[in-house]
């Protein structure tokens, strides 16, 4: 069965950078997306950064744009995200995916397995 586990969440102050990890036991899709997401409380989930595994290609939400980058190190079935210059509203639960394909008009579409997610917290 595959697995997707994220680490390397934790606390940090505004300014702050971490790097989140998404390890596979196998990649889902080798030739589709995988994908970070997150989730603030009370607020829905939304799409943060998203690579294709067969090309590196790369869609960014605007809020994250220059600050996070998105990774994959294919040898390892492990995707990164860099998170730097944290603002507080970059609080909230981190979750990586899995898709089929990449492209398409909606990137943060048809996402169909999921990680656990790993808690981020930017505060003073």
């Known amino acids: 069965q595959v697995q997707l586990v994220e680490s390397g969440g934790g606390s940090v102050q505004p300014g702050g950078s971490l790097r989140l990890s998404c390890a596979a036991s196998v990649y889902p899709y080798s030739r589709g997306s995988m994908g970070w997401f997150r989730q603030a409380p009370g607020k829905e989930r939304e799409g943060v950064a998203v690579?294709?595994?067969?090309?590196?290609?790369?869609t960014y939400a605007n809020s994250v744009m220059g600050r996070f980058t998105i990774s994959q190190d294919n040898a390892k079935n492990t995707v990164y995200l860099q998170m730097n210059s944290l603002k507080p509203e970059d609080t909230a639960m981190y979750y990586c995916a899995a898709r089929s394909y990449w492209g398409g008009l909606q990137p943060w579409a048809d996402f169909d397995v999921w990680g656990q997610g790993t808690q981020v917290t930017v505060s003073s």
């Open positions: 690579i294709s595994l067969a090309y590196g290609h790369t």
